[in-house]
């Protein structure tokens, strides 16, 4: 206990400027507001059910059996083999084991890329709407976002070829590319990524290529950003057993380089965490051995429960856009014409229908006309969570949203 006499004389300094006004993610709002008022999550994108079984024995039984200590820096040689087998064997990224690191989650590999391989004041490309950890990892590097939207044409999101070019042409130190993506559910195609390619080709911009939602691409095959023409030695591939194996809470990640990008990668990640989670890896390269079969039903399982609440959503007047895999798809509630922001709309879902989502305004630095009635919805919940929601979506009286009754 602090006493009298030890009390400071000076007031604590105020947060660094890098983290000022930085408050919780909009997912752990909308889940702490989801879980206050009993609405059905459909705002956080984590599963309410189990990964593969033998996975989960295996980590119990690496924790019981002793495996609890620091690992190597790089992380165990069985999960870098593991996870270089498998993007081998369905990717065609041919990679050597030493060039895998094991990170604390996917999101540990993203702030550690752009603390080791992006200089202060540098530009970052990123692709809007703009998963939150890049930005935030942007500013603690202190360098600048580079957003580059995406657009919307006919429901479906492209990559602007002219704006990437510019952006591009501008010298960015690196770019963060992201596909399948979230927030907008979209698998980048072949020619787009081909473009991205072409376009970084005669430059010195490094491709961060967070790819965690690499096994659920349903209606278009995802391809290995590292695997085009002359990409694998300026690429750090990103990816975590967070998505695949449904094990969000076990912050079991990786990052693949080559050794000149993976050596300043690690330089900077062995200061984050150190090492990576010991007694999970083993259960994570069980994973990626053992358990396509497991992979390919919860693959299915999520296309339908993505039908499923695509038909609710437009059942109730809202536009779908098209969403070709990951947890997500995003809807437009201009239709329902109820004179408020998607923003407005999430803040008073969960009280007012008993749902929640999150809009898509929190994925953008600039929200302007085209996201700013957008909502994502997560379809990775269970079958007693999407009855309930759509149930409750199904029977909502909207004009309890409407601006004027506000
Ligand atoms: N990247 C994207 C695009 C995500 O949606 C998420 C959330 N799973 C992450 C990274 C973070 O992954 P992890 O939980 O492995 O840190
Ligand atoms: N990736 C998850 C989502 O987009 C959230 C992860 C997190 O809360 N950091 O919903």
Redesign the pocket.
């Known amino acids: 206990m602090e006493s009298q006499h030890h009390l400071p004389t000076r007031a604590p300094s105020t947060p660094a400027s890098r983290v000022a006004g930085v408050g919780p993610?909009v997912?752990?709002t909308i889940?702490a507001e989801a879980v206050r008022t009993g609405a059905a999550n459909l705002?956080?994108?984590?599963p309410d059910e189990d990964g593969p079984a033998g996975m989960l024995r295996r980590a119990a039984a690496e924790i019981t059996g002793g495996n609890n200590q620091y690992g190597p820096g790089r992380g165990l040689p069985s999960l870098r083999r593991a996870v270089a087998e498998d993007r081998a064997r369905r990717l065609g990224h041919v990679v050597d084991p030493e060039d895998v690191l094991v990170t604390v989650g996917a999101?540990e590999g993203i702030a550690a890329a752009v603390l080791g391989l992006v200089d202060r004041g540098r530009e970052v490309v990123v692709l809007e709407p703009t998963?939150?950890?890049y930005s935030a990892a942007i500013g603690l590097a202190e360098a600048v976002a580079r957003p580059v939207r995406l657009l919307l044409d006919d429901g479906r999101w492209h990559l602007d070829r002219e704006q990437f070019a510019a952006a591009v042409a501008d010298g960015p130190a690196a770019m963060i590319l992201n596909s399948p993506h979230?927030?907008t559910g979209t698998v980048l195609g072949r020619e787009d990524l081909e473009f991205i390619a072409d376009t970084v080709r005669d430059t010195g911009v490094v491709v961060i290529s967070d790819e965690?939602y690499e096994r659920l691409a349903f209606d278009r095959p995802h391809v290995a950003f590292a695997t085009l023409p002359g990409m694998q030695s300026r690429t750090v591939t990103l990816s975590s057993a967070?998505?695949s194996f449904n094990v969000?809470g076990w912050k079991t990640g990786w990052a693949i380089a080559p050794p000149a990008l993976l050596d300043a990668v690690t330089a900077a990640k062995q200061f984050l965490s150190y090492v990576g989670v010991t007694p999970l890896q083993p259960a994570v390269a069980w994973a990626l051995d053992n358990a396509d079969d497991w992979s390919d039903r919860w693959g299915r399982t999520l296309r339908a429960r993505r039908d499923r609440l695509a038909g609710v959503l437009h059942a109730t007047g809202q536009d779908v856009l098209h969403s070709d895999g990951t947890?997500?798809l995003v809807s437009d509630i201009a239709p329902l014409r109820l004179g408020i922001s998607a923003e407005e709309f999430c803040r008073a879902l969960p009280e007012a229908v008993g749902v929640a989502a999150?809009p898509v305004s929190s994925f953008v630095e600039e929200v302007d006309e085209q996201v700013a009635t957008l909502v994502?919805w997560?379809f990775c919940k269970a079958d007693g969570t999407l009855d309930l929601a759509e149930e409750r979506l199904l029977a909502a009286d909207w004009t309890r949203l409407h601006k004027t009754s506000n």
């Open positions: 993610t997912f752990a889940t705002g956080q994108g984590f999101t998963y939150d950890a979230n927030p965690v967070a998505k969000t947890y997500f999150i994502r997560t």
